[in-house]
């Protein structure tokens, strides 16, 4: 098993019902360190940028708009197969079709707001990390 790195939104959904440490309290209960952590707000042309490969998609006004609602807690997770890990405590993305126990079946309200986002590949993983953080801020 390999340890590796993820990163993980918590969503404005989730912040606005003072969920983060719920959400926290799971990933560190599976094994996944929070090296990195950062609570911001986004402002459109950022979650643009950072979802550009769904620009084409008919969703992508809806979830630049969603991202952009409250604030946001953006962290970097460490951990023996943390992509895969952290997206088996997501479930699915829409949070009727998740899990029993997953966060986005126990906390998410639509499938816009599903209250977490994770990277789905470990070159996504690198690229999303690098968006919201230098190597420094990262202490593991």
Known sequence: MAVERTLSIIKPDATRRSLTGQINARFEAAG???????????M???????????????????????????????????????????????????PANAAPGTIRKDFGESIEANSVHGSDSSENAREEIGYFFAEIDIVG
């Open 44 to 94: 459109r042309p950022q979650a643009e940028r950072f979802y550009r490969v769904h620009a084409e998609r008919s969703f992508f006004g809806e979830l630049c708009e969603s991202m952009c609602a409250g604030p946001v807690v953006v962290q970097v997770l460490e951990g023996e197969n943390a992509i895969k890990r952290n997206r088996e405590l997501m479930g699915a993305t829409n």
């Open 32 to 42: 996944l360190r929070i090296v990195a952590q950062r609570r911001l707000r986004l």
